[in-house]
């Protein structure tokens, strides 16, 4: 990075970077000398010493500042902040020091600049052979970058020695036109390097219009009012037509009441207005006492600004201060408030930080203007034609289970029970605070006059259970498009999934439904045994840690493992009606009033789309086939439709786990048994011929294969998958985690540590905004659900790889306790009583191992733990230890979870092992741990 001829720069380069410079704090002639007409200089010499030196010469027309971030002794750095209208810093590095040292300290700034500011770019002479990738610190330096989110931009040699050992490192900046230029080695042994630093635009809104309501704090009471007056919620005309609903008309009928009593109720509380959005509007937090201070400070001004009298001046900063402080205090309630009501509601927590930091989280804005609500629904119902169309009808045997090789069921569910107006109620005050368009009024004033509202609602369960419909009025869903991932192109139709908004009257009975529906199906033992979806106390973890530890068990024993992630095409809305009914009354035993209800829920379903609030929906349609995806009952329905799947699969001896329509097989293959790759090929087939008898589509090309193991064998394997048109990846995502080839997370990780610091940065901007607590809601809905997630399959790892994570959560604490990074952070974390990442890792897997102990895991959770029961009396007998079996290796064999598990256990004192209850346990845990990690 060393300077051009100066005309070069006067007619090039708006910004020139120099390391090196060899000049002390004094001598800055050479850098003036340097400098064209129209550009400045700043220069930082190196403390101590010879050699060393910063230097940068600039356009005056870029206003640039240095700012300081702390002292390093392991690199020179000069950080520069340029004013635009992003958030935009420059930091100039030059590092001689060790390798370790450099690690940490660079460690501690990436994340600071990624917390701190929007757009980054760090250049220098980092001495890092990047080149080379044999290289133990370029490629802990490479990992390092990656895991907080930070692009190395130079590709080719920056010596002459053909090393790259200059760098362009940015975060949420684009480089363009990057050139690397050779220079005469009397001038310098690095190459220039020049390119375009291009900086986003700030956006502009616009003005619009918009119909709302308004509700305010006394919205909720005079609802409760209106409806108390209500004579048809109360006693008349509801009672009438309670007492007489015993045809599937008068369901309809009371349910229409219903919805026509809360809506006229909500007109009469809160009208629909129009309302003009401008690009300059007053914050929601500006009431009639921050707006009369401010009238009260301008009108002071004035005076001042007249009289110029020193009376008048004190008078108008004493205004000024007490509106600061009372618009800081409005500001500080309204999002404390906001925060606090929706602290379990990360979609509004998300959005709320959005709006604070002026990003844009809502994904519906993505959707271009040019394609209408007509044109989604027309795609979503002709591709699912397409897709029947395209699987051979000749397969489907009616009436028949189409040769399901699962036993019928001889237990009968054939009457709902009665429902009680607590359990109601009970339900209603757990149901998340979501409204539909469909909804007569928000689902927070429903819940707000529950007290009014449990009869009624009451009396349409009962109603509809009594008898097996469900009213016409509940079996209308909204579809919104959604971008299956953020990065598709929105102007392609097929990147969007339909995602159904039903009703809240309708998530209540398909709740009171699914739990009935579930205690007959746990009672019974129905469930597949390896499917997780939807079921309690299973989850996605307990699923990714039953297929970990069985890969890592193979592993140890020095055999490879073939893990295929079935895909289907659109699996909720391919499903057929006939054959689920069929399901549902041969394998799960609905019968008589249960599987009329069911047959009333799947049939004369209508939908519609509305992309947005405030477009045009499109007509109803019909539908035909499928469940509706978003519904409560829909991923039990699916689980369901997909049993008979999981015997077809055990007949190839091939190991499976499935969540809802996500399955995947995994297969070990030892080194002198090639062959056995064929049953797993086989079982491919027999699961495409089933799926497309039950009208599923099994997309190939989609479906991910991934092999994971060491030995030589592993490149045959991946051949021979490749002849037979299945692509073997790098790496997949299963169930939200990244699993790689070499089960080392390292992906995986990279992704937690950059989507936190994401929004550690976000909430870094709103701090100063709220309370303690309130940013504590925060940090523990964005980044510690994060760091939390399937933690229990990163026992094991390396300590460098948790040291990634750790350096999340210390940014974290700082960032709410507003410490500096050179401060000691155990006494931080101490204060928080938060434990560091290697204890949270081992606490999730103990709490998995006594829910197993006690019966409150899945069945092939306790599987992997043995109990030590001693071959004589001995006191340990009665100590609630685990056998620990033997690993051969350390990595795979001992980070197994039925290695790895009952070794930590076993290390508990026994009163933590031997405690009464779940939440007994996490306590003693947690102070055992807490002692550890402190002491």
């Known amino acids: 990075m060393d300077l051009s001829t100066k005309s070069d720069l006067s007619t090039k380069s708006d910004l020139c970077l120099l390391t090196e410079t060899w000049l002390s704090k004094c001598d800055t002639v050479p850098l003036a000398e340097a400098s064209p007409d129209g550009y400045s200089f700043l220069h930082k010499s190196r403390d101590s010493g010879r050699g060393g030196g910063l230097g940068i010469i600039h356009c005056n027309k870029m206003q640039i500042t240095s700012t300081n971030l702390g002292n390093f002794t392991s690199f020179e750095a000069f950080i520069l902040n340029i004013k635009t209208d992003s958030n935009t810093i420059i930091v100039l590095v030059y590092r001689p020091g060790p390798y370790s040292l450099f690690m940490s300290e660079f460690s501690n700034l990436l994340s600071d600049l ?110 409760i009012d209106t409806l108390s007056k209500s004579s048809v919620i109360v006693e008349n005309h509801l009672d009438q037509l309670t007492s007489n609903v015993n045809t599937e008309n008068n369901l309809d009928q009371l349910t229409s009441h219903y919805n026509v009593t809360l809506r006229d109720a909500l007109d009469t509380v809160a009208p629909l207005i129009t309302k003009v959005i401008k690009a300059h509007r007053n914050s929601p937090w500006f009431n009639e006492n921050t707006q009369a201070l401010k009238l009260e400070c301008r009108k002071l001004e004035r005076r001042w600004r007249t009289t110029k009298l020193h009376v008048f001046q004190i008078a108008w900063t004493e205004s000024v201060n007490k509106y600061k402080k009372a618009l800081f205090k409005a500001r500080s309630e309204y999002y404390s408030t906001l925060i606090d009501s929706n602290n379990k509601n990360p979609r509004v927590l998300f959005r ?173 033992n129905l469930f597949e045994k390896f499917q997780s979806g939807f079921r309690t106390g299973h989850s996605t973890e307990t699923a990714l840690t039953r297929v970990v530890n069985d890969i890592l068990i193979s592993s140890d024993e020095g055999n490879s493992t073939v893990i295929m992630l079935l ?137 991910e294969i991934l092999v994971i193991g060491n030995n030589g064998y592993n490149e045959a394997i991946r051949n021979k998958l490749d002849a037979l048109g299945l692509k073997v990846k790098s790496e997949v995502k299963s169930l939200g985690v990244t699993v790689d080839c070499n089960l080392n997370f390292k992906s995986h990780i990279n992704k937690i540590t950059r989507t936190a610091f994401f929004h550690l940065r976000n909430i870094a901007k709103v701090r100063p905004l709220i309370s303690s607590k309130d940013a504590e809601k925060l940090v523990h809905a964005f980044v510690f659900s994060r760091l939390d997630y399937c933690n229990a399959l990163l026992s094991g790892l390396p300590k460098k790889d948790i040291n990634r994570l750790q350096l999340v959560q210390n ?113 003693l845990l947690k102070t055992h741990y807490f002692n550890m990690a402190f002491s």
């Open 114 to 223: 990624a917390i701190n500011y929007d757009h980054v770019v760090l250049m220098g002479d980092f001495n890092v052979h990047i080149d080379v990738e044999t290289d133990t610190f370029s490629t802990c330096f490479t990992y390092l970058l990656n895991s907080v989110g930070f692009c190395q931009n130079v590709k080719g040699p920056t010596h002459n020695h053909n090393h790259t050992l200059d760098l362009i490192i940015t975060y949420k900046v684009e480089i363009q036109n990057l050139i690397i230029t050779p220079l005469n080695e009397v001038i310098s042994d690095h190459y220039l390097i020049t390119f375009d630093l291009v900086l986003p635009l700030p956006t502009h809104s616009q003005i619009k219009t918009k119909t709302v309501r308004h509700l305010d704090c006394n919205s909720s009471s005079k609802f």
């Open 567 to 703: 895909d289907l095409s659109a699996a909720f809305d391919t499903i057929d009606h006939s054959i689920l009914l069929h399901r549902l009354e041969n394998d799960v035993g609905l019968t008589s009033t249960v599987l009329a209800w069911f047959s009333s829920y799947l049939s004369n379903r209508f939908q519609y789309v509305q992309k947005c609030a405030d477009s045009t929906p499109s007509l109803y349609t019909e539908v035909q086939y499928g469940v509706p995806q978003g519904s409560v009952l829909g991923p039990l329905l699916i689980s369901l439709y997909m049993l008979p799947l999981g015997s077809l699969i055990r007949k190839h001896n091939v190991n499976f786990h499935s969540y809802a329509d996500d399955t995947q097989l995994y297969l070990s293959i030892a080194p002198d048994d090639p062959k056995s790759l064929d049953s797993l090929t086989q079982c491919l087939t027999c699961i495409s011929e089933w799926m497309n008898s039950n009208f599923l589509k099994l997309n190939k090309e989609k479906t």
């Open 811 to 923: 940014a974290a604490a700082r960032i709410l306790t507003r410490k500096r990074k050179s401060e000691h952070i155990s006494p931080v974390l101490m204060s928080l009583h938060w434990l560091p990442v290697s204890f949270r890792i081992d606490f999730k897997i103990l709490l998995m191992v006594y829910k197993a102990l006690n019966n409150l895991a899945p069945s092939y959770i306790s599987e992997c733990l043995t109990p030590y029961i001693p071959n004589r009396n001995l006191r340990s007998s009665t100590e609630c230890l685990l056998r620990i079996p033997r690993a051969k290796l350390k990595r795979s064999g001992e980070a197994a979870f039925c290695c790895y598990a009952p070794k930590i256990w076993n290390s508990l004192p026994v009163g933590i092992r031997q405690a009464n209850t779940v939440e007994h346990f996490k306590k």
């Open 352 to 524: 709320t930080v959005a709006k604070l930091t002026n990003g844009n989280s809502d994904q519906q804005c993505k959707i271009p203007t040019d394609i209408s609500s007509t044109d989604f629904i027309n795609f979503f119902n002709e591709k699912i034609k397409n897709i029947r169309s395209q699987i051979s009808a000749s397969q489907y045997k009616p009436n028949t289970g189409l040769a399901d090789p699962v036993s019928h069921c001889t237990q009968h569910f054939s009457n709902f029970n009665p429902v009680t107006e607590q359990e109601v109620l009970s339900l209603i005050s757990k149901m998340k605070p979501t409204t539909c368009s469909l909804d007569p009024v928000p689902t927070k004033l429903v819940k707000s006059a529950i007290d009014v509202l449990a009869a009624p609602i009451l009396n349409i369960i009962e109603s509809s259970l009594l008898h097996g419909t469900v009213p016409d009025a509940l079996k209308v869903s909204v579809i919104k498009p959604l971008l299956k991932k953020s990065d598709l192109d929105p102007h392609i139709l097929n990147n969007y999934r339909p995602i159904s908004n039903l009703p809240f009257l309708s998530k209540i009975l398909e709740k009171v439904v699914t739990n009935q529906l579930q205690s007959h199906l746990t009672h019974y």
